[in-house]
């Protein structure tokens, strides 16, 4: 598996496509088994038990892919999400409530799969979008 | 001006370089006079004095590229502070503390500067430093 600029954009597309058909049994073929998230040692199974969580979560939940830079072995996304978390999100209760917010994240991917994620999410964005 | 990923990134770290030397009269160099911030317009004459104000609250202000990923018009990367602000910092009584926390930031380029700034920081790191 090579790692172009052009592999890399194909193998994120093919990692986000999987998450919104929430085809877990191939989160494998773009996520390595020893995935690293926020500098934690994470792996594969975690992963996906945390990503299916947040589909439970947020039944519409959908990533949209809103900027996209891929650098061998980095991408760096921004996600644009609008969806309806059911209860508590990002410690926020949120509870049924339609929210508009942003992740930016980047990825270092090893032999065309995601090795590291680095994840922030616009918590304040979705705090402004409760009452006071 | 050309906006080769390798032009992107002199330019971008040419960017990271004038603010951690307070070149401020060099900032039009990089940013474009019109530059939109999460979305805002807010143009050049804002934008430094926002960085200005930054570093009038946070005297040891440095910003440390973690990850890179230039992919021509987009930048997009990953900073690491260390730093200690003086008064409220992200609207928390951060006072005089020194705190470790990341900023995930992408940029689109326009004829060589920096046209528009996504930033997200990472208040809850910050956060998680204060005594409780």
Redesign the interface.
């Known amino acids: 598996v090579t790692d172009s600029?052009a592999a890399l954009r194909t193998a994120f597309l093919g990692y986000i496509d999987c998450l919104n058909t929430q085809a877990w049994q191939r989160l494998g073929e773009f996520v390595d088994d020893e995935v690293r998230y926020n500098g934690r040692p994470v792996g594969l199974r975690s992963y996906r038990e945390q990503r299916q969580a947040e589909f439970e979560n947020i039944p519409d939940l959908h990533f949209a892919v809103d900027?996209?830079?891929?650098?061998p072995p980095?991408?760096?996304?921004?996600l644009k999400f609008d969806c309806t978390p059911r209860g508590t999100f990002l410690g926020l209760p949120v509870g049924g409530r339609r929210v508009q917010f942003?992740?930016?994240?980047?990825y270092?991917f090893h032999q065309g799969r995601i090795a590291a994620v680095?994840?922030?999410?616009?918590?304040?964005a979705v705090k402004r979008q409760l009452p006071q």
């Open positions: 600029a900027l996209l830079a891929c650098d980095h991408v760096a996304a921004r942003t992740e930016n994240a980047s270092a680095w994840s922030l999410i616009d918590r304040e």
